[in-house]
């Protein structure tokens, strides 16, 4: 069960890189509300962390199922004890929302069972560009009624990043995941990558958003770091065991929670310094 989970949120993972890549509009169908919105309905797990970031709780009217799990939200804490939705019509009409916010909150299939002109709602583009993320902040703060929040949390994520080196040094790095899945280019993680000075393996070896790269490949490239997840630190299906093979054992590892990268958010101050961190720690060790 577990392994199907995380073979979920990889999936979902790629469905967001690649989208990403396409690059999408931001669509506010319907103008927001003039006074703040008092039942608000995130319809995507990255706009779950964006409304619990910026709105006040008592505004929540709804949230995804994935926003109270851990592994995949870093705001599962704060979305504790508030409404999750399965994404039916029934719910929605029975919530009556003032606001839904989605990525795309339009492309729904519960919206599309209802009246096209019933609901405001706020599309946001996918998240893979840090000025990207800036900008969906901004956007979900206005639309919440909290601009200045939007500011501050901006502000906050700027002041994280200002002072953070680039150990990276030019060196490789391969964000390697369950079953041989590689992330590449035009992808939240290989911008992370950029910011803390890694070259994506991916983007030397050509390879689209995602891509599958086999044991004697990784072997034959020879990263200088390989980023994984915490959920495949441990062996615990044939997915993950590929990463633990005595061939990959000499290659250094920087760990990263999926529910840092799955989204464009916050989060993204933590995943880059927790980067820098460990590679700094691993040059320190090294020497």
């Known amino acids: 069960m ?11 993972t790629a469905s967001v890189a690649i989208a990403g890549a396409l690059s999408a509009t931001v669509i506010s169908r319907v103008p927001a509300p003039a006074e703040k919105p008092q039942r ?41 004890g508030l409404k999750l939705l399965s994404n039916s019509a029934e719910q929605i009409l029975a919530i009556d929302p003032d606001l839904v916010v989605g990525m795309p909150a339009s492309g729904s299939a519960a919206l599309t069972a209802l009246p096209s002109d019933r609901y405001s709602w ?9 000025d990207q993320i800036y900008r969906t902040i901004d956007q979900t703060a206005a639309a919440v009624g909290h601009p200045a929040r939007g500011t501050v949390l901006i502000a906050r994520m700027e002041h994280e990043l200002g002072d953070m080196p680039k150990p990276g040094r030019g060196r490789v790095a391969a964000y390697y995941q369950r079953r041989g899945y590689l992330t590449g280019t035009e992808t939240l993680v290989d911008e992370i990558m950029a910011r803390v000075g890694l070259v994506n393996l991916a983007g030397k070896l050509g390879k689209p958003p995602l891509s599958q790269l086999s044991l004697e490949e990784m072997v034959a490239a020879r990263p200088d770091f390989l980023i994984v997840e915490r959920a495949t630190t441990i062996i615990d299906d044939q997915g993950s065991e590929m990463l633990h093979h005595p061939a990959l054992s000499d290659i250094p590892r920087i760990v990263v929670p999926e529910a840092w990268t799955v989204c464009g958010g916050p989060a993204y101050t933590k995943a880059a310094r927790s980067i820098a961190a460990q590679i700094a720690r691993h040059d320190g060790d090294a020497r």
Request: some cysteine.
């Open 122 to 130: 706020l599309d946001l583009e996918t998240a893979n560009r840090l």
């Open 40 to 80: 608000i309905v995130s319809m995507n797990l990255c706009t779950d962390q964006l409304v619990l970031a910026l709105a006040d709780g008592h505004q929540i009217a709804g949230l995804t199922r994935n926003a109270v799990d851990p592994g995949m939200s870093d705001a599962a804490a704060a979305a504790q």
């Open 2 to 12: 577990i392994a199907s989970i995380r073979l979920l949120a990889m999936t979902a």
